[in-house]
């Protein structure tokens, strides 16, 4: 079946260390990819996508690049902030099925 | 427009009690989808309409819950005779069909379900 995996959090950091959040996915067809994201208190935002292989999406200083061959969409960013702390949802659908297929979720905690 | 409402924000029940849970999403969006968030876990889908059409309706989705969107706008996610393992947070999205891979989905607040 399709699904969405992860790493496990929680992540901490200090501010403007290098990100990574590693998300692997499995599924039939050609799926698009998303990072959503949790700030405390708040309900999911959008980040960035990407529709087909080799794309990147980026926002706010994020990339992700969907990686076909190891069936991938990593989280990066290059100097993380306090502001970055938030929980991040790696998320798949299946084409034109409609319904986002969530992983687990990754907490990252960025130190001053 | 102010995205995808959800009403009310929390709701403390007894077990037993049944609940109705509201969600207005954004006017010109056609796709209506209700997701549960138990914490430390992602979003999981249970059911989504496409207008008034309920077209797809996850296994979560025991008998003791229905859905509507009556005139393809507003929908309602009823829990009847609610259980402690009810207790989650409701989330509501929507979405433009043949749009949503480009533009992605908004989420609105949620609903947080206490069963006591």
């Known amino acids: 079946g399709n699904s969405v995996t992860q790493m496990e959090g929680p992540v901490t950091l200090s501010e403007e260390a290098f990100l990574t959040i590693n998300c692997t996915y499995t599924?039939?067809?050609?799926?698009?990819l998303f990072w959503y994201v949790q700030y405390p208190g708040e309900g999911l935002q959008l980040l960035l996508k990407?529709?087909?292989?080799?794309d990147k999406g980026s926002n706010k200083g994020f990339e992700a690049t969907y990686r076909k061959e190891t069936t991938s969409f990593h989280l990066e960013k290059g100097s993380v902030q306090v502001s970055d702390s938030a929980v991040y949802f790696c998320a798949l659908t299946r084409g034109s099925q409609g319904n986002l297929i969530f992983g687990k979720g990754t907490k990252l905690s960025v130190k001053p | 427009d102010t995205g995808v409402s959800q009403d009310p924000r929390h709701k403390i029940t007894k077990r037993g009690q049944n609940v109705t849970f509201r969600c207005d999403p954004i006017?010109?969006?056609?796709?209506l989808y209700w997701y549960r968030q138990t914490l430390g876990q992602g979003p999981e889908f249970l059911t989504y309409f496409q207008n008034e059409a309920q077209l797809e309706k996850s296994r979560l989705l025991s008998d003791r819950f229905s859905a509507e969107r009556p005139k393809g706008s507003f929908s309602t996610l009823e829990i009847q005779r609610t259980e402690q393992g009810d207790s989650a947070m409701y989330l509501c999205a929507s979405s433009l069909a043949s749009l949503d891979s480009h533009y992605g989905y908004t989420f609105g607040s949620g609903t947080r379900l206490t069963v006591v």
């Open positions: 006017s010109e969006h056609n796709r």
């Open positions: 990407a529709t087909k292989a080799d």
């Open positions: 599924a039939t067809g050609y799926p698009s």
